[in-house]
């Protein structure tokens, strides 16, 4: 599976943007993609996830509410929306897929199994 993130940029507080990340394979109806972040001196933290069969879909605390992953079958492609985001959203972000879903770790990084090459979000106050 090779994942190709874009979408990044300079957006100020409070705006929009959409992330997308187009997938080359769908290997398993257990595949899941999550988004994840990492912000400059910070460890990488997990932001959303969506299971690609049921669409279930999961958040961090910190974005719940504003920011919306989705996807879209047709063209392997998932999207992170991010709505009103805040200087604290800067980060580089980072989509990955996980072959084998299990709910109970979906925002542990050691349990994705491919990963983009991250797309820089700047957030200006």
């Known amino acids: 599976v090779q994942l190709q993130a874009s979408g990044g940029g300079l957006v100020q507080a409070g705006g929009s943007l959409r992330l997308s990340c187009a997938a080359s394979?769908?290997?398993?109806?257990?595949?899941?993609m999550g988004w994840f972040r990492q912000a400059p001196g910070k460890e990488r933290e997990f932001v959303a996830a969506?299971?690609?069969?049921?669409?279930?879909?999961y958040y961090a605390d910190s974005v719940r509410g504003r920011f919306t992953i989705s996807r879209d079958n047709a063209e392997n492609t998932v999207y992170l929306h991010l709505n009103s985001p805040k200087p604290a959203d800067t980060a580089v972000y980072y989509c990955a897929a996980d072959l084998i879903f299990d709910a109970r770790y979906y925002y542990l990084t050691g349990r994705y199994d491919y990963w983009g090459q991250g797309t820089e979000v700047t957030v200006s106050s």
């Open positions: 394979g769908r290997p398993s109806s257990r595949y899941a």
């Open positions: 969506i299971v690609w069969s049921s669409g279930m879909t």
